[in-house]
C-alpha cells in the first residue's frame, strides 16, 4: 500500500535528494523547498531512511488541514484518532516548524497540539500519554505554512545527519549531509581518486568512501523512530538492512590532509569507526605544500571562511589554495565550498560552475575549478570539458529559483514596508533616502577626485564642471590654472 512521505534536507540539495529518491524507487517524486515529497510503500520508508544520503529526516503525513488560529489547531487535532499510532505506555514529542504571521510561537503551536492530544486520551481512557522530550517512543511534526498545516510522524528520530561513525569532530565540523550532497553535485561516484586537502574531521573523506562503495549511511545507525510504531515490521527491515547487493569494489583511494595534528588523529579515529582505512589515508599535511598528485584525482573540501572558525590570514589561505591548484594540481577538477566573495577572489582562478548552497545559516557557493595546462581553447580542442550540458542546466535552473526567493524576500519587504505603521513608514523611508544620498555623494567624490591636488576633487572649474577622468595631463592642468589664477594651486 501506497502512500504520502516527505523527505526534508538542506537548502541547495533538493534536486540530489528527488535524484536519489527517483533511484530508489519512490513514485510521484515532486521538489519542494528544504524538501522532496514522493510516495512509496513501507519498505521504501525504510530504505529511505537507511538509504539516502542527503535527506535529513523522513516524515509521513497523517492530515493535512487549513488553520489561523491555535484553536482552529486545536480542534483539528483532535479530530486525528490518536489511538492508531500512541500505544498504550507510550510516550511521545512534537516538533513545530511554523511560517506564518498567525502563529508567531511556534513553541505555543507545540503546546496546543500536545494539549490536544492529551485531552483526547483522557477523555476517552481517563488515562493521559508521557511526553518526553529526549527519547520519545512516536516523534510527531507540524508544519504550518501561513494557514496550511500537515501534522505527520517522525519515522527518523534523529536527524539522519547523525550517521553513527563519527567519534570526534573538530570545531564546526561540516554535515554529513551536506558532504554527501557536495561531493554528489560533482558526479563522482569512484572513478578517480579523491582528495581533500583541508579534511578537519575526515566528514568528505568518509562520504566519499560510502559513496565509492555505495555503501548505505544507515549501517552504522543504532535506531530509527519507525522501530518503535506499533505496526514496525522487523523481519522486513533486516533484509533490507543486510541487503548489500548493491555495494561495489573501489579502485582507487581517497586522501585527506590537514595542517592541525589533532584534526589528522580526530579524522583516523573516525576512519577507522566506519571501517574505511583500506579506503582512505588520512596525513597531516600544509596544503601549501602539496606536490601534485599522480594519476587523476578530484579535489573537493570545505576551507575555513572566517566565521565560526578564526583563521588568521584568511585571504593569504585562499591565495595560496589558487597557486596550489594551478601549479601542484593539473588535469583534475577542483571544488570549492566557500561563504565570501573577497575569498573567491584570491584564488585567482575563473570557475566554470557556481551553486548557491547553505552551510547552516551561511548562504554559500560551491564552485567547480577546471584545471588544464595550456589555453582554454587548445583543452577544448582536445576534448576537454569544463562545463556539461547538465551541469549548464543546473546551474541555470538553480539561478532562476534562487532569483526568484532574492524576488519574493524583496516583494514581502516592499509590501510590509507599505502596510506599517504611516509615521514609522514615513521616518524609515527619510532615514533611508538620507543614507542613499550620502552614499551617491561618497561615490562620486571618489569617482572624481584626482591624485595632482588635494582639494582638486571638491572643487569646480570656471564653467562649473568638475574635474573628470579622462582628461589629459595639459588639459587638467591647464584648466587648473584657469580656475586657482597663475599661482596653479590654492596657497
Same mark, same amino acid.
Given at each position: 500500500?501506497?502512500?504520502?512521505?516527505? /523527505?526534508?534536507?538542506?537548502?541547495?540539495?533538493?534536486?540530489?535528494?528527488?535524484?536519489? %529518491?527517483?533511484?530508489?524507487?519512490?513514485?510521484?517524486?515532486?521538489?519542494?523547498?528544504?524538501?522532496?515529497?514522493?510516495?512509496?510503500?513501507?519498505?521504501?520508508?525504510?530504505?529511505?531512511?537507511?538509504?539516502?544520503?542527503?535527506?535529513?529526516?523522513?516524515?509521513?503525513?497523517?492530515?493535512?488541514?487549513?488553520?489561523?488560529?491555535?484553536?482552529?489547531?486545536?480542534?483539528?487535532?483532535?479530530?486525528?484518532?490518536?489511538?492508531?499510532?500512541?500505544?498504550?505506555?507510550?510516550?511521545?514529542?512534537?516538533?513545530?516548524?511554523?511560517?506564518?504571521?498567525?502563529?508567531?510561537?511556534?513553541?505555543?503551536?507545540?503546546?496546543?497540539?500536545?494539549? $490536544?492530544?492529551?485531552?483526547?486520551?483522557?477523555?476517552?481512557?481517563?488515562?493521559?500519554?508521557?511526553?518526553?522530550?529526549?527519547?520519545?517512543?512516536?516523534? %510527531?511534526?507540524?508544519?504550518?505554512?501561513?494557514?496550511?498545516?500537515?501534522?505527520?510522524?517522525?519515522?527518523?528520530?534523529?536527524?539522519?545527519?547523525?550517521?553513527?561513525?563519527?567519534?570526534?569532530?573538530?570545531?564546526?565540523?561540516?554535515?554529513?549531509?551536506? $558532504?554527501?550532497?557536495?561531493?554528489?553535485?560533482? +558526479?563522482?561516484?569512484?572513478?578517480?581518486?579523491?582528495?581533500?586537502?583541508?579534511?578537519?574531521?575526515?566528514? #568528505?573523506?568518509?562520504?566519499?568512501? !560510502?559513496?565509492?562503495?555505495?555503501? $548505505?549511511?544507515?549501517?552504522?545507525?543504532?535506531?530509527?523512530?519507525?522501530?518503535?510504531?506499533?505496526?514496525?515490521?522487523?523481519?522486513?527491515?533486516?533484509?533490507?538492512?543486510?541487503?548489500?547487493?548493491?555495494?561495489?569494489?573501489? &579502485?582507487?583511494?581517497?586522501? @585527506?590532509?590537514?595542517?592541525?595534528?589533532?584534526?589528522?588523529?580526530?579524522?583516523?579515529?573516525?576512519?577507522?569507526?566506519? @571501517? #574505511?582505512?583500506?579506503?582512505?589515508?588520512?596525513?597531516?599535511?600544509?596544503?601549501?605544500?602539496?606536490?601534485?598528485?599522480?594519476?587523476?584525482?578530484?579535489?573537493?573540501?570545505?576551507?575555513?571562511?572566517?566565521?565560526?572558525?578564526?583563521?588568521?590570514?584568511?585571504?593569504?589561505?585562499?591565495?595560496?589554495?589558487?597557486?596550489?591548484?594551478?601549479?601542484?594540481?593539473?588535469? +583534475?577538477?577542483?571544488?570549492?565550498?566557500?561563504?565570501?566573495? &573577497?575569498?573567491?577572489?584570491?584564488?585567482?582562478?575563473?570557475?566554470?560552475?557556481?551553486?548557491?548552497?547553505?552551510?547552516?545559516?551561511?548562504?554559500?557557493?560551491?564552485?567547480?575549478?577546471?584545471?588544464?595546462?595550456?589555453? !582554454?581553447?587548445?583543452?577544448?580542442?582536445?576534448?576537454?570539458?569544463?562545463?556539461?550540458?547538465?551541469?549548464?542546466?543546473?546551474?541555470?535552473?538553480?539561478?532562476?529559483?534562487?532569483?526568484?526567493?532574492?524576488?519574493?524576500?524583496?516583494?514581502?519587504?516592499?509590501?510590509?514596508?507599505?502596510?506599517?505603521?504611516? !509615521?514609522?513608514?514615513?521616518?524609515?523611508?527619510?532615514?533611508?533616502?538620507?543614507?542613499?544620498?550620502? $552614499?551617491?555623494?561618497?561615490? /562620486?567624490?571618489?569617482?572624481?577626485?584626482?591624485?595632482?591636488?588635494?582639494?582638486?576633487?571638491?572643487?569646480?572649474?570656471?564653467? @562649473?564642471?568638475?574635474?573628470?577622468?579622462?582628461?589629459?595631463?595639459?588639459?587638467?592642468?591647464?584648466?587648473?590654472?584657469?580656475?586657482?589664477?597663475?599661482? @596653479?594651486?590654492?596657497?
Amino acid at each position: 500500500m501506497e502512500f504520502e512521505m516527505i /523527505a526534508k534536507t538542506f537548502m541547495g540539495l533538493e534536486d540530489i535528494l528527488a535524484q536519489e %529518491l527517483v533511484e530508489l524507487g519512490a513514485n510521484n517524486v515532486e521538489k519542494g523547498r528544504r524538501m522532496v515529497a514522493f510516495t512509496g510503500d513501507k519498505a521504501l520508508m525504510y530504505r529511505a531512511n537507511f538509504a539516502l544520503r542527503t535527506a535529513i529526516r523522513i516524515l509521513k503525513p497523517i492530515k493535512h488541514f487549513r488553520a489561523k488560529s491555535a484553536d482552529q489547531v486545536y480542534d483539528h487535532i483532535k479530530e486525528i484518532d490518536w489511538s492508531k499510532y500512541i500505544g498504550d505506555g507510550k510516550t511521545f514529542s512534537v516538533d513545530s516548524v511554523v511560517y506564518s504571521e498567525e502563529f508567531s510561537n511556534s513553541r505555543f503551536v507545540t503546546y496546543k497540539v500536545k494539549d $490536544a492530544i492529551v485531552d483526547q486520551f483522557r477523555e476517552r481512557t481517563g488515562k493521559r500519554p508521557n511526553i518526553s522530550v529526549a527519547d520519545a517512543d512516536i516523534r %510527531l511534526n507540524i508544519h504550518i505554512s501561513e494557514d496550511k498545516a500537515t501534522v505527520s510522524l517522525d519515522s527518523s528520530g534523529d536527524s539522519l545527519h547523525r550517521r553513527g561513525y563519527r567519534q570526534e569532530a573538530v570545531e564546526a565540523p561540516l554535515n554529513e549531509v551536506l $558532504a554527501a550532497g557536495m561531493i554528489l553535485m560533482t +558526479g563522482w561516484k569512484g572513478e578517480t581518486d579523491f582528495i581533500d586537502p583541508m579534511c578537519g574531521s575526515g566528514t #568528505l573523506a568518509i562520504e566519499a568512501a !560510502l559513496i565509492a562503495r555505495n555503501i $548505505a549511511p544507515g549501517v552504522f545507525r543504532k535506531k530509527y523512530a519507525f522501530e518503535k510504531w506499533h505496526d514496525f515490521d522487523a523481519a522486513l527491515f533486516d533484509e533490507i538492512y543486510n541487503d548489500d547487493s548493491r555495494e561495489r569494489e573501489f &579502485e582507487h583511494h581517497i586522501y @585527506g590532509y590537514d595542517i592541525d595534528y589533532l584534526a589528522v588523529n580526530m579524522s583516523k579515529a573516525n576512519v577507522k569507526a566506519a @571501517g #574505511l582505512s583500506a579506503d582512505i589515508t588520512i596525513e597531516q599535511q600544509d596544503f601549501k605544500d602539496f606536490k601534485g598528485h599522480e594519476g587523476k584525482a578530484i579535489i573537493v573540501t570545505n576551507p575555513p571562511y572566517g566565521e565560526r572558525i578564526s583563521t588568521p590570514n584568511l585571504l593569504e589561505t585562499y591565495k595560496m589554495i589558487g597557486e596550489r591548484l594551478k601549479h601542484a594540481f593539473k588535469e +583534475g577538477e577542483a571544488w570549492i565550498l566557500s561563504y565570501r566573495e &573577497e575569498c573567491f577572489q584570491q584564488i585567482g582562478l575563473k570557475p566554470s560552475v557556481k551553486i548557491p548552497l547553505y552551510n547552516g545559516s551561511l548562504e554559500c557557493e560551491y564552485r567547480k575549478y577546471s584545471i588544464f595546462d595550456g589555453k !582554454l581553447k587548445n583543452f577544448r580542442e582536445e576534448g576537454g570539458v569544463v562545463k556539461t550540458e547538465e551541469e549548464k542546466r543546473q546551474m541555470a535552473e538553480k539561478r532562476r529559483t534562487w532569483q526568484k526567493r532574492d524576488y519574493e524576500k524583496k516583494e514581502t519587504e516592499r509590501i510590509d514596508n507599505e502596510e506599517a505603521d504611516i !509615521l514609522t513608514f514615513k521616518f524609515r523611508s527619510l532615514e533611508k533616502q538620507r543614507s542613499e544620498r550620502a $552614499a551617491r555623494e561618497r561615490k /562620486a567624490f571618489s569617482r572624481d577626485r584626482k591624485p595632482y591636488g588635494e582639494n582638486e576633487g571638491r572643487k569646480s572649474r570656471k564653467d @562649473g564642471k568638475p574635474f573628470r577622468r579622462g582628461e589629459t595631463r595639459s588639459e587638467r592642468q591647464n584648466n587648473r590654472k584657469n580656475f586657482f589664477g597663475n599661482r @596653479g594651486s590654492e596657497d
